[in-house]
């Protein structure tokens, strides 16, 4: 399974085409494993602890797109510069992709239609 994404906030002038390869899988997962770790810290932990997973999340998803999306350092730098929403939607509709949720999606609307 492959898909074509283009995310113009971080300078992708191009769609590039990703493989779900077992390494970009293992990374989705690892990440959805991160950040279900973290709300539990964030939900459960002190303040210092809070800040630091925070931090630590912000991280971890622009390592994450930078990885799966081939990404030059200056292009994974913009994700910086997004809002949080911003970088949240786009770390879910990467996930969603490689997880296959949004063929789900598609045919669930379609489903509907009838």
Known sequence: ??????????????????????????NTLKLQNEIASSQEKIANGEVDVVFATMIDLIDIKKEFIKEVLRLTDTQADKFDELTVEEGDDIVAEITSKVLGLDEIQEESDEEGKD
């Open 1 to 26: 399974m492959a898909f074509s994404i283009k995310i113009k906030e971080l300078g992708m002038t191009k769609p590039v085409e990703i493989k779900v390869s077992n390494k970009v899988l293992k």
